[in-house]
């Protein structure tokens, strides 16, 4: 029994050797790009616009830092739900320093609301519903922000089309004509999971007459042919493929604008 144990511990650190699951390049210097932000809720519009949508609003406190991986979230679900999206949820904020009297009325208050709070409240609204509900997780990874909004929205899963699922069956003779932006995956990586509405979105922005084709193909699933000739070790790995062959390796920061911005280049 221990010496099966043993074992199986053996194997998924070498597996974690092996196969590694990161974020944006380390040596990557260049500045996230979105192609929308978070709409700006005041005083003067709070209560008119919560009568028309779902809204996700971050409340927040301009002299008081908030996290990158937060922006960076609050920015990419701009991305995805304030540009074009069949869905009924905006992402918003509200600034509890110029617009103090809509963060009383929902009970962001007191004197060092900072000690309370943190430097952010995140709050779903719904549509007709007095309460609103407070995202109280410590992670904000867009995975599990979007979690959030699917329990209580009752949300169908990110659409993907556009997107051409790739197999081991398929991905020679779809990519062997014509320029592919391909993300290769493990399901189980956290920065793949947060990917994967960005990912999803990303034809819908792309110019009507782009010949690039967006695809995605699961490296544990497909790991022994297809992932192991391109030498897929970290994920998500993204490749521009030109006719079946590798032309780049993409490097940069992950959102719909620097997609598109690279594709369009």
Request: charged share 25%; with cysteine; glycine share 4%.
């Amino acid at each position: 029994m221990k010496t099966a144990l043993a074992v199986s511990i053996l194997i998924t650190i070498l597996n974690f050797k092996l196969y590694s699951c990161v974020t944006s390049h380390e040596s990557e210097v260049e500045e996230f790009k979105y192609i929308a932000s978070p709409i700006d809720l005041t005083d003067q519009n709070f209560t008119e616009a919560l009568k028309n949508d779902n809204y996700l609003v971050m409340f927040y406190w301009p002299k008081i830092e908030i996290s990158d991986e937060m922006l960076h979230t609050v920015n990419l679900l701009s991305e995805i739900y304030n540009v074009g999206s069949n869905t009924n949820l905006k992402i918003a904020s509200v600034d509890c320093e110029e617009n103090n009297q809509t963060c009383v009325d929902n009970g962001i208050v007191g004197k060092h609301v900072e000690d309370i709070f943190g430097s952010f409240v995140l709050k779903l609204f719904k549509i007709n519903e007095i309460n609103a509900i407070t995202y109280t997780e410590d992670d904000t990874y867009i995975h599990y922000v979007l979690e959030f909004i699917k329990d209580h929205l009752n949300f169908p899963e990110s659409d993907n089309s556009g997107v051409v699922e790739l197999t081991d069956q398929n991905f020679k003779d779809l990519t062997l004509n014509g320029s592919w932006f391909v993300d290769f995956y493990f399901p189980w990586c956290i920065h793949a999971k947060n990917l994967e509405p960005t990912w999803n979105k990303l034809p819908s922005v792309l110019e009507q007459n782009s010949s690039v084709r967006i695809g995605k193909i699961d490296c544990v699933e497909y790991q022994k042919t297809t992932c192991k000739k391109y030498m897929i070790r970290n994920s998500p790995t993204i490749l521009w493929l030109e006719n079946g062959n590798i032309i780049d390796r993409y490097q940069g920061q992950r959102s719909v604008k620097l997609f598109k911005d690279y594709i369009e280049s």
